[in-house]
């Protein structure tokens, strides 16, 4: 059984206050680098922005929590790039705080405030706080989740039935990596014998229910939008030709290193290697439990397909809570202070190079590292000054994340930003597709500059030529009912 031994109220306050302290500069300190950043928005932090327009319960790519949460964010502070931004550091800081908690349950006070240290301070925290990524609450909901399965542990109580189910359910309208949290409760009742027992009572049953209510609004939208968003996740996987390859293995199980920090991946390694010694106690387990269902779904995922790095990302939180608690017994502050050195190093370098990143040169390196996040408000200036000077009523694009980036960017522009599909993403936009009764003339921009897919569905075709990163073509008169653009060399 989990300890949860409570350690005296007064240590508990000092460490506490401490903590919050510590994790407050640090969110000012991130808030602050995202208005000196000079970094673009890219596609996907676009894209978001862009679902916030147009709430719904779901969308092309992903659930819709983080849609909802940037709407919010837009009446707060508006939409300058550090405002789409903002909820990621304020996210981190409410999930570095709710570790420490869930840690507390699991061990002891001490190891809830080194768990949240790590937390705050591991690498790829530190590298995702500066960006709008759905992990950002996936993370937080999660963590959240494992919160409430401790006082589970404890006591089958119904409230904290509830906070489980909630959370899972957000957690999957962020994201649906969350759904490695249930057989991870499974394969820790393997571990555990409260776990085990805790799957026999009805409060973790209440908590699915729960959770199966509140993610019900985006299951009824995908069953009515042909499940476009498990079919997208699904052809993430499915979509790219089965290739066994032991590299792409080895490259994902890297990729660990730094998305987990290499004291914490190493320590979980470890840990895992030996789950049959007596050396782990059976919180251990449980912590391992949640650390390696995601973790092996994923790598055996990266043994046929190309798997990206963050995949298993919700694998971090027990991988945190358990090595806090494994050096602390261990007696290896050093290996703590080191990880927590390294994320503040980390930091200070992404909130000096954010800031510079167009003018950014290192030795030894041809090329600009932030060289996808930069050009994108120029690119979507360029097209905006050309639909201007032609007088088009709209732009039309027949790329997702293009399409993303000119609707932020261009949003304050008198014409409308339009989609077109194609034959390999034919819906990547519901809100705003090109139809017959679209005003015209319009500007319609493309990575193809071949004009005759256009002249199907339009009689006046004008191709203006090829720009910097995009061809261009004026058109107008539409032939009846607008269809989807064939391939370009078709």
Request: charged share 15%; aromatic share 12%.
């Amino acid at each position: 059984m989990p300890r949860f031994e409570s350690p005296d109220l007064p240590d508990r306050k000092s460490h506490l206050s401490l903590l919050v302290v510590i994790l407050a500069l640090l969110t000012c300190v991130r808030l602050a680098g995202l208005t000196l950043s000079v970094v673009d928005l890219f596609d996907d932090e676009a894209q978001y922005w862009s679902w916030s327009r147009d709430l719904a319960f779901g969308y092309y790519t992903k659930p819709p929590l983080l849609a909802w949460l940037l709407g919010l964010t837009s009446q707060v502070c508006g939409d300058a790039e550090w405002c789409v931004r903002s909820p990621a550091p304020i996210l981190y800081f409410a999930t570095s705080l709710t570790a420490y908690f869930a840690a507390r349950n699991f061990y002891d006070e001490r190891t809830g405030f080194w768990a949240a240290l790590l937390t705050a301070l591991t690498t790829g925290i530190v590298f995702s706080a500066r960006i709008m990524s759905t992990d950002v609450p996936l993370l937080f909901f999660w963590t959240l989740a494992l919160l409430a399965y401790s006082h589970l542990l404890r006591k089958a109580d119904k409230a904290w039935a509830v906070v489980l189910g909630v959370s899972i359910g957000l957690g999957l309208l962020s994201k649906y990596a969350m759904i490695y949290f249930i057989p991870g409760m499974f394969l820790a009742a393997l571990a555990s014998p409260s776990a085990r027992n805790l799957l026999k009572t009805s409060a973790i049953w209440l908590a699915m229910a729960v959770a199966a209510i509140v993610v019900a609004p985006n299951v009824i939208w995908n069953a009515q939008n042909d499940f476009a968003t498990f079919h997208h996740t699904g052809n993430l996987v499915l979509g790219e030709q089965f290739k066994p390859s032991i590299v792409r293995i080895l490259d994902f199980i890297v990729s660990q290193f730094g998305v987990f920090g290499p004291v914490v991946f190493a320590t979980m390694i470890i840990a895992t290697a030996k789950l049959g010694s007596t050396d782990l106690k059976e919180e251990d387990r449980v912590m391992v439990a949640f650390f390696i269902t995601p973790l092996v779904l994923i790598t055996l995922v990266s043994s046929v397909v190309h798997a990206y790095a963050n995949w298993a990302s919700v694998s971090a939180i027990s991988g945190l809570i358990l090595t806090a608690g494994l050096l602390l017994r261990q007696g290896r502050l050093f290996w703590l202070r080191a990880s927590i050195v390294l994320g503040v190093a980390m930091q200070g370098m992404l909130l000096t190079t954010d800031s510079i990143a167009t003018r950014l040169s290192l030795p030894f390196v041809q090329r600009n590292p932030y060289r996808h996040t930069i050009g994108l408000h120029d690119y979507a200036d360029r097209i905006g000054h050309l639909a201007t000077s032609l007088g088009a009523a709209g732009v039309v694009i027949d790329d997702r994340g293009k399409f993303a980036i000119l609707r932020y960017y261009l949003r304050d522009q008198p014409f409308q930003i339009l989609s077109w599909g194609t034959v390999d993403n034919p819906s990547f936009d519901r809100a705003h597709p090109l139809s017959q009764s679209a005003a015209q003339p319009l500007l319609f921009v493309s990575s193809c500059p071949n004009a005759s897919r256009l002249q199907a569905y339009f009689s006046d075709v004008t191709a203006l030529g090829a720009f910097d990163g995009f061809s261009a073509f004026l058109i107008r008169g539409p032939e009846g009912p607008i269809g989807i653009l064939r391939r370009c060399g078709t």
